[in-house]
């Protein structure tokens, strides 16, 4: 569950309005508005479907004019204005996170839901001295579609070897 830490970090701070950023699905579900008024109904979340950009950043399109120009079209959407945090509903989007962020000229908060929750679990593994500090890792994934452009993404991410599997996780 990535979205109950996300709501969790929102509600120990003092926003009025938020939006969140997503897929179709994740939008139509509303369950990060659903989730956040439950602990603040007077906080206004502003939800707004990006479908464009998963497979723009699937496909290599990022750091680009056409990146820039589909962020511009969605981000700079009147609903968005006043908007004093964002969220990151996908967990694609941190790629893309320095052009959002130059979008609303830094003055907005890109909460990025990957790295609230790694915080919270690397918080979790040093509580349990479980935390591997060696600074060496080997990352393996299973990956459902493997290309090439997925490598190139993940080793964004992750330093060091990473090995990634294709895996039927659909039977």
């Not at 369950?31 to 290599?60: C, F, H, Q, W």
């Not at 990022?62 to 967990?91: H, V």
């Not at 929750?117 to 080997?138: F, M, P």
Request: hydrophobic share 40%.
């Amino acid at each position: 569950d990535v979205i109950d830490p996300v709501v969790d970090f929102i509600g120990m701070k003092n926003y009025s309005k938020i939006g969140v950023i997503g897929t179709k699905r994740t939008i139509e579900s509303a369950t990060y508005a659903k989730k956040l008024n439950r602990i603040n109904p007077d906080l206004d979340v502003v939800s707004l479907p990006t479908p464009l950009l998963v497979p723009m950043i699937e496909e290599g399109f990022i750091f680009d004019d056409i990146s820039n120009a589909i962020l511009r079209a969605y981000l700079t959407t009147p609903k968005l204005n006043g908007i004093e945090a964002l969220i990151l509903g996908c967990t694609h989007y941190p790629i893309i996170r320095n052009q959002i962020n130059k979008i609303f000229n830094f003055e907005v908060d890109i909460l990025d839901t990957a790295g609230i929750v790694s915080s919270i679990l690397k918080k979790r593994l040093e509580e349990r001295d479980l935390l591997n500090d060696t600074g060496k890792a080997k990352y393996s994934f299973y990956v459902s579609d493997y290309t090439p452009f997925f490598e190139k993404i993940a080793r964004m991410f992750f330093d060091g070897d990473i090995l990634l599997e294709k895996s039927d996780i659909w039977s």
